[in-house]
């Protein structure tokens, strides 16, 4: 519901909180810390989600902290309501986002998803997540 930006932003002006490193259309970040394209780009992100009432209303803001390559580039931005069109607390149409739905709200997780940049391709590799409290359990809706 939130997106950390990957796109090219080494030499490739675009809008701050568009570039890599950025909480997508939320906070940009406090430095550009992007490698040359083609260059392995590194990400340690630490990830609080919002939390929320029954209803899905935020109570409790959330927070991210972000280095990318090495170099902080967000530190404790707070963020509420999710500003995709995709999000499945608002976007729901199949039997799918109401299963997400339904955990987001018992349980203030996921789902986190990985994409591309249209015309800025990427491959992903070591990802490693790992759950700070129990709120943070694995969920998967697809039953896989």
């Given at each position: 519901?939130?997106?950390?930006q990957?796109l090219d932003?080494?030499?490739?002006?675009?809008?701050?909180k568009?570039?890599l490193?950025?909480?997508?259309?939320?906070?940009?970040p406090l430095v550009?810390?992007?490698?040359?394209?083609?260059?392995?780009?590194?990400y340690?992100?630490i990830?609080?989600a919002p939390?929320?009432?029954?209803?899905?209303k935020v109570t409790?803001?959330?927070?991210?902290?972000?280095?990318?390559n090495?170099?902080?580039?967000q530190?404790?931005?707070?963020?509420?309501?999710?500003?995709?069109r995709?999000?499945?607390?608002?976007?729901?149409?199949?039997?799918?986002?109401?299963k997400?739905?339904?955990?987001i709200?018992?349980t203030?997780?996921?789902?986190?998803?990985?994409?591309?940049?249209?015309?800025s391709?990427?491959r992903?590799?070591?990802?490693?997540?790992r759950?700070?409290?129990?709120?943070?359990?694995?969920?998967?809706?697809?039953?896989?």
């Open positions: 519901m939130y997106e950390m990957i932003s080494y030499d490739n002006p675009v809008d701050p568009e570039a490193g950025a909480l997508y259309n939320i906070s940009p550009n810390a992007a490698r040359k394209p083609r260059e392995w780009q590194v340690d992100i990830y609080t939390r929320r009432d029954e209803k899905g409790q803001p959330g927070e991210i902290t972000a280095m990318l090495g170099v902080l580039v530190h404790k931005a707070h963020f509420t309501e999710s500003i995709s995709w999000n499945p607390l608002v976007y729901q149409t199949t039997a799918y986002t109401d997400v739905r339904a955990s709200l018992k203030d997780c996921g789902p986190l998803f990985l994409q591309d940049h249209h015309g391709p990427v992903f590799r070591n990802i490693w997540i759950p700070l409290d129990a709120n943070a359990s694995v969920f998967e809706a697809d039953g896989r």
